[in-house]
């Protein structure tokens, strides 16, 4: 098991190539690939069964990736993971490539459902979960969403069957930045307090600074141990985090770096060009 | 066409609103966290009191533009593509088409010129889905100017439309205030080049490409109709018999899936009125991926050069 240190020193690989990708391709996301870097880092290195070398293994954990424009930060976890060479990074989004600008499950190793429609994802989610109920398989479905995607009505029709289903198999995780592509989330269409939200909708809530690598590590551990309700985690983060630059910027959304941006993130992030 | 000016339709509907926000006090614009993409965001910042958020919450979206409409607005509601006519689908049956709210769906992003972001971006089901519906009128423009022309007769028309506009930029094929312009209609169909030899219609920006398509046919001594079929629904029948009887093959050619689009309305003219030979040019139903716009564009059967060889077999 690797230490919080370490886990924060392979998110800082996983940020510069996320980064590289996006630069090398031209457009991307980084904004919510950053803000969801440390979240996955902790999911995939410390907390799910995977094995890179068999990704359908049986009995493996699965993750949804509901908010699939931060492909780039899932297809850099996996790479690092294991799962692939991470200088494919700098095919993203070039025709041909695997690592598609959303992730295909068709093409890239370790994605276990296609995503980019905003919403979709999570009741995927709660679906697979069901199906492993029923199976009686013991392992688990995580989701991530982001929280202007949790404006999508789908969400809260899918947190109420998952609470019905008692599904203790399931965590979600909201990436929780405050911020979406026509600005601040509070503003555009306040969604807050989520945690009372799915409080009430009838899942076990835990709040989380989603930055906070051992915080994640032990609030995952936690979420684990939930029985008979759906857990979801709060994760308060900073979008495009790494970055002075793009720190808290909507702008930053969907845009690549130039090279003199990409330039100083790296310097910012550790990495070299 | 490399020297010729290109506008994205997106930009062009953007201006439009604007202006048409001083004439019309009961405009209102609707977003579902693209204003930035769908470029209603100019329209934003002249009259913040008329432009409502809703957030990514398109189905939502539609259904509120239906109450807002049939309380004696015109509104126009946009999103990608993907989303104003496929994730909100049902709604913007039951809730605009079937009640004939004055909702103008303007969709962005329509087709595989989005580009990169790929297959779950890009929509070539949209035209189909929207011209089955009752009362639903469909409009593709191919230029910045045939868009604004296009939306201001609209707009003044009371009932629901669609408009699938593009991301990227398209070469300028009418100019503002000439003859060509001036007769542009909804529902008319325009003869943009004259020939006999084969018939090429066209819509959206497959429009510039006929031309171009037209031009190398001239060439290769076949001259070759290009006609601007912008309005998808209602088609005007008129100009696809004349297009059947004159030519006696036509091809047609959309960014969109060559099942349940133009093609397809074009076909149930001539299947019914006068049989006709038709190559279509389009999506050959299959998804898209990621990709610059113009290797997509090859790739997947839509260039100028695609259109030759169509008119040529
Ligand atoms: C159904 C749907 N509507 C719209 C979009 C376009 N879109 C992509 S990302 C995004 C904003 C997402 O904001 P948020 O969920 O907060 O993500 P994050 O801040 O983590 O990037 C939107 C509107 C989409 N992908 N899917
Ligand atoms: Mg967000």
Known sequence: MKTAAELNMIARDIRIDALRGIHAAGSGHPGGSFSVTDILTALYFGVMNVDPADPCMEGRDRLVLSKGHAAPALYATLAHRGFFDPEEMLSLRHMGSFLQGHPDMHKCPGVEISTGSLGQGFSAAVGMAIADKLDKKDRRTFVVTGDGELQEGIIWEAALQAAKYGLDNLIAVVDWNNLQIDGVVDTVKKVAPVDAKFAAFGWEVFNVDGHDMQALLDTFEKALKVSGKPVCIVAKTVKGKGVSFMENQAGWHGKAPNDEQLAQALKELGGEM | ?313
Not at chain 2, 90 to 117: F, L, P, Y
Not at chain 2, 134 to 159: N, Y
């Open chain 2, 1 to 313: 066409m490399a020297d010729v000016k290109k506008t994205a339709t997106r930009e062009a509907y953007g201006k439009f609103l604007v202006e048409y926000g001083a004439e019309r006090e009961d405009l209102i614009v609707m977003s579902a966290d693209l204003s930035g993409s769908n470029k209603t965001d100019g329209f934003e910042k002249a009259y913040p009191e008329r432009f409502i958020e809703c957030g990514i919450s398109e189905q939502d979206m539609m259904a509120e533009a239906a109450g807002i409409a049939l309380s004696g607005h015109v509104v126009a509601a946009s999103s990608f593509a993907m989303f104003a006519a496929g994730r909100a689908y049902e709604i913007v049956r039951n809730s605009i088409a079937h009640t004939k709210a004055n909702v103008k769906v303007c969709a962005t992003h329509g087709g595989i010129t989005v580009g990169e972001d790929g297959a779950t971006h890009q929509t070539f089901e949209d035209i189909a889905l929207m011209r089955v519906l009752p009362d639903m009128k469909v409009i593709v423009p191919a230029d910045a100017v045939s868009t604004k022309i296009l939306m201001k007769q609209e707009f003044d028309t009371d009932g629901p439309a669609y408009f699938r506009l593009g991301r990227s930029g398209v070469p300028e094929i009418y100019i503002e205030g000439s003859d060509a312009a001036s007769q542009l209609k909804v529902g008319k169909a325009y003869e943009i080049m004259e020939g006999n030899d084969v018939a090429i219609i066209a819509n959206g920006i497959m429009v510039a490409a006929a031309m171009e398509a037209a031009m190398e046919l001239r060439e290769r001594g076949v001259k070759a109709r290009v006609i601007d079929m912008h309005t998808v629904k209602p088609i005007d029948e008129d100009a696809i018999i004349r297009a059947a009887e004159e030519c006696g093959h036509i091809v047609t050619a959309e960014e969109h899936s060559v099942i349940g689009g133009l093609g397809s309305a074009v076909a149930e003219v001539t299947a019914q009125k006068c049989p006709c030979r038709i190559t279509m040019v389009g999506q050959h139903d299959c998804f898209g991926e990621s990709g610059k716009p113009a290797e997509l564009l090859k790739k997947y059967g839509m260039t100028a050069e695609d259109i030759v060889k169509a008119a040529l077999q």
